[in-house]
């Protein structure tokens, strides 16, 4: 297991680490930078799952004809050409508005490598435009996110808030259905910015996490609430279960949810042969719900076989909330 460093003002660090059962939050950082192996964990796609909606065998079924059309592209942010796949519904319709979805990749991958594990627009189909940005490559080689809530420094928070802009100019995008999902750096990006960005309404979260300050406190967030749905396998071993927990708490309290603030027991966990189980958290704010899904047995993969289609649903049945109010 590798640990991973970020750069965050007042020395805030990542919750990605694992700590006691009687702890409140991490007490170290495991991160999701690399692996022992060498090998790209966080774009290796989900056993039996390619996204492709078929299986193997010589009764493999036919994908379903795409709702969508997929392009390349590229912006200038920040003095820098950024890349991004976009998929647009061909019967996209300028009369109406469409929820943004952004999802990012997790380290070593990019939007094009993300979109072929984790096609979300298979499931948003017609209803929403997805992009897939990709990070900047760092110098150790590894393309990735810069993980600071530092706004002014973070040149990945300007080039999504570019693109947001960019895709608001060239289409009907409705500013109060913008979400972000992502993947393991990915989904830690997608929290921090939340955490000071009144860009989303909602986040998923697969394999992520929130940070935390260097004594183990709650950050103090700037841009507002959001919606979230996060998903964790609690035996990965490369972003522990005290991530994916801590990141779902956090928001619960954020919410102000009756059950939130505690950390879990062996009854919450389920075994490596169980079904997956969903946490709902209870009286939250209504604008502002959030879930915790524990699913055993996928390891350090981008979501599970329903996992694109249980966030969508999530986003889906939000009520309107300007994000950052």
Request: hydrophobic share 30%.
């Amino acid at each position: 297991m590798t640990r991973f460093s970020v750069l965050i003002a007042l020395a805030i660090t990542l919750a990605a680490g694992a700590c006691t059962s009687n702890s409140s939050a991490p007490s170290q950082k495991n991160g999701p930078s690399g692996n022992p192996s060498g090998n790209p964990s966080d774009v290796t796609s989900p056993s039996g799952n390619d996204g492709s909606g078929g299986s193997s065998g010589d009764n493999t079924p036919s994908a379903p004809p795409s709702q969508v059309n997929v392009t390349n592209e590229t912006i200038q942010s920040g003095g820098t050409t950024r890349s991004y796949v976009l998929a647009v519904p061909k019967s996209y319709d300028n009369t109406r508005t469409y929820p943004l979805m952004l999802v990012l990749h997790g380290d070593y991958g990019d939007g094009p490598s993300m979109r072929a594990i984790y096609p979300f627009d298979n499931v948003t189909g017609d209803d929403a435009i997805v992009a897939y940005p990709s990070g900047l490559v760092d110098s150790s080689g590894m393309r990735t996110w810069y993980r600071t809530l530092d706004v002014k420094s973070n040149y990945d928070m300007t080039f999504l808030s570019n693109l947001v802009n960019t895709l608001k100019g060239q289409y009907n995008v409705d500013s109060n259905r913008i979400f972000g999902t992502g993947y393991s750096s990915g989904g830690f990006m997608v929290n921090f910015v939340a955490c000071v960005m009144p860009l989303f309404r909602a986040i998923g979260v697969s394999e992520g996490g929130m940070a935390y300050t260097s004594d183990g406190s709650d950050v103090t967030c700037t841009a507002g609430n959001v919606a979230a749905i996060v998903m964790q396998d609690p035996a990965d071993q490369t972003v522990d279960l005290d991530s994916g927990w801590w990141d779902a708490q956090y928001w619960a309290k954020q919410s102000g949810c009756t059950n939130a603030g505690r950390n879990y027991n062996a009854s919450d966990i389920p075994g490596p042969n169980d079904q997956p189980k969903n946490i709902v958290f209870s009286g939250c704010d209504p604008n502002f719900p959030v879930e915790l899904w524990l699913i055993p047995g996928i390891g350090h993969v981008p979501w599970w076989p329903n996992g694109a289609q249980d966030s969508w649903t999530f986003f889906q049945a939000l009520p309107t909330h300007t994000p950052g109010t």
